[in-house]
């Protein structure tokens, strides 16, 4: 069957429906669904993929991204999606979509992905390279605060929620200068969609919004959208559920916590920076709820 070409943007919804199906055949657990009806497909993503017929057989996709790197702030392109259904993988597919993503997108100072082990050797001959990332962590003993109420739990599948996620995401400041992102709200909403239903909490007093999850004493902190840095440690006992002894933070510290140290290699998924552009000589991490 001759395989169609295929643009989907946020103007194409019957295409959207045939990308959704075909998602999960590839990145089992993965929905866009939610995501989509969420309001989350802005005119900031598309996806350029192939078809047989009305089956979508492989695709990639690019997301339009507002980032800081080394203080600098920037346009970028993030690129992600990128798979082939398995009895279509071996036929040069998912090179001929990345050629034509690569043709057809305005050229911007970085371009960039994360993506998994086996694709090592792939994203290189589209001018790729791959750096290495850090997790990073601070010890911190603190524990529930019963004084206080704890920090509300945003629901994205309210509008009202997902209006505010929006709002403060729009004029958050970047958590790190490092490398990180700006207005990443709808990315942010992708997780929730999927993955990390109750991890957003609101703090009132700074308008802001912290992403947070409790593993025994280990309180992960996934991103912080706020207008300005403020002192997290003091908010914190207002979503622990249990006491804790070691924060570990998604992101570059330097701004929101500045004693946080590297603790170890990122490696769920290897960053792959295409542009002449400088990164940083010290450890770094691209806000992981930035991450397409």
């Known amino acids: ?3 169609r070409e295929l643009i989907i943007t946020q103007e194409t919804p019957s295409l959207q429906d045939a990308f959704i199906e075909f998602v999960p ?21 598309t996806v350029f993929a192939l078809s047989e017929g009305d089956r979508i057989v492989a695709s990639a996709s690019r997301q339009q ?23 279509r993988q071996s036929r040069g597919l998912q090179t001929r979509i990345m050629q034509r993503l690569m043709q057809h997108t305005p050229s911007y100072e970085l371009m960039f992905l994360f993506g998994n082990e086996s694709v090592l050797q792939f994203y290189p001959r589209f001018g790729f ?3 290495s990332e850090w997790m990073f962590q601070a010890e911190c003993s603190l524990a529930p605060d019963a004084g206080q109420p704890p920090l509300r739990t945003l629901d ?8 505010l ?11 790190s200068r490092h490398f990180a992102a700006t ?20 703090v009132p007093e700074h308008d802001a919004i912290i992403a947070v999850e409790q593993s025994g004493d280990l309180l992960h902190v996934y991103d912080v959208l706020a207008p300005v840095a403020f002192d997290l440690k003091a908010v914190l006992p207002r979503v622990s559920s249990a006491p804790v002894s070691r924060i570990e933070l998604g992101f570059s510290p330097e701004r929101i916590w500045p004693a946080a140290k590297p603790s170890h290699p990122y490696t769920e998924s290897p960053l792959f920076v295409r542009g002449r552009c400088a990164f940083p000589s010290e450890p770094f991490k691209f806000p992981l709820l930035a991450q397409t």
Request: aromatic content about 12%.
């Open 165 to 175: 996620l929006f709002r403060i995401a729009a004029d958050a400041a970047p958590v």
């Open 25 to 45: 055949q590839v990145f089992p657990g993965v929905s866009f669904r939610a995501w989509r009806e969420r309001d989350g497909w802005d005119d900031r993503y």
């Open 1 to 3: 069957m001759t395989l």
């Open 183 to 202: 207005n990443h709200g709808r990315i942010v909403l992708w997780y929730c969609s999927n993955f990390m239903p109750n991890v957003l909490r609101y």
């Open 156 to 163: 994205v599948a309210r509008a009202e929620d997902r209006a």
């Open 65 to 87: 991204m507002d980032v800081v790197l080394l203080g600098k702030r920037m346009r970028a392109w993030q690129l992600s999606a990128v798979g082939t259904l398995p009895d």
């Open 129 to 131: 390279q791959q750096l």
